[in-house]
T-cell receptor, first 117, second 114 residues
Framework: NAGVMQNPRHLVRRRGQEARLRCSPM?????VYWYRQLPEEGLKFMVY????????ESGMPKERFSAEFPKEGPSILRIQQVVRGDSAAYFC???????????????FGPGTRLTVL | DQQVKQNSPSLSVQEGRISILNCDYT??????FLWYKKYPAEGPTFLIS?????DKNEDGRFTVFLNKSAKHLSLHIVPSQPGDSAVYFC?????????????FGDGTTLTVKP
C-alpha cells in the first residue's frame, strides 16, 4: 500500500518562473492538505482540499498561489512567478474521510524542496 | 499569533533516560492533539494522539499527557533511544467540519546521546 507520493522531490526555479508540485494521496484517502516549512520553522498550513473542492485555503498567500485536487489525478500546488522567499519545503498530507473514524491523523509525503534562484 | 507553541527548540538527553517534550496551545476550540516525528529530508510521521476527553494516552515507550485547564500537553519517551533523535512536532485540530486541518508548533529537536 503506497504512501503519499510527492514529485518532484527537488525543484529549482529561477525568479519569475512557475512551480508545479504534485501530490498523490494514499489509496482511499479523499482529503489532501498542503503545508509549507520555511528553514528553522514549523509546518504552516496552506490549503485543505477534497476532490474537486477547496475546503479551507486560509493559509494560502492571496496572490500567485493556487491549488487543485481534480476528480482524476494528483493534487497540484501551483506557484506562479516564483520569488526567492518561496524557497521552502512543501509537504502534502492526506487523510481518510470523516466517515472513516480517526481522520485527524494525517499521512505525509516526503516533501518537495523548492529552491528559487 | 501562534496558537500552538513549543517553547524549547531543542532537547538533549542520555540514552535510557526520559525525554519530556512540551507543547502549549491557546485556542479553546482545539479538541484533538497529535505528535509527529520528523527525520531530515523526510515528511513527518504520526506518533501518538489524544482527544480532549482523555488526559493520558500511552503507546509503548510513548505517553502523551493533556492538561486542558492549562492548555498544555507533553510527550514522554521512556526509555529514550538514539533512534528517537528527530524533530518532534505538536499539532492540534478542532473537532468540526475542518477537523482534519491541523495547526503545528515549530518543533523541538530531540538528541538522544548514546
Amino acid at each position: 500500500n503506497a504512501g503519499v507520493m510527492q514529485n518532484p522531490r527537488h525543484l529549482v526555479r529561477r525568479r519569475g518562473q512557475e512551480a508545479r508540485l504534485r501530490c498523490s494521496p494514499m489509496k482511499g484517502h479523499s482529503h489532501v492538505y498542503w503545508y509549507r516549512q520555511l528553514p528553522e520553522e514549523g509546518l504552516k498550513f496552506m490549503v485543505y482540499l477534497q476532490k474537486e473542492n477547496i475546503i479551507d485555503e486560509s493559509g494560502m498567500p492571496k496572490e500567485r498561489f493556487s491549488a487543485e485536487f481534480p476528480k482524476e489525478g494528483p493534487s497540484i500546488l501551483r506557484i506562479q512567478q516564483v520569488v526567492r522567499g518561496d524557497s521552502a519545503a512543501y509537504f502534502c498530507a492526506s487523510s481518510p474521510s470523516p466517515l472513516a473514524g480517526n481522520y485527524n491523523e494525517q499521512f505525509f509525503g516526503p516533501g518537495t524542496r523548492l529552491t528559487v534562484l | 499569533d501562534q496558537q500552538v507553541k513549543q517553547n524549547s527548540p531543542s532537547l538533549s538527553v542520555q540514552e535510557g533516560r526520559i525525554s519530556i517534550l512540551n507543547c502549549d496551545y491557546t485556542n479553546s476550540m482545539f479538541d484533538y492533539f497529535l505528535w509527529y516525528k520528523k527525520y531530515p529530508a523526510e515528511g513527518p510521521t504520526f506518533l501518538i494522539s489524544i482527544s480532549s476527553i482523555k488526559d493520558k494516552n500511552e503507546d509503548g515507550r510513548f505517553t502523551v499527557f493533556l492538561n486542558k485547564s492549562a492548555k498544555h500537553l507533553s510527550l514522554h519517551i521512556v526509555p529514550s533511544q538514539p533512534g528517537d533523535s528527530a524533530v518532534y512536532f505538536c499539532a492540534a485540530s478542532p473537532y468540526n467540519t475542518n477537523a482534519g486541518k491541523s495547526t503545528f508548533g515549530d518543533g523541538t529537536t530531540l538528541t538522544v546521546k548514546p
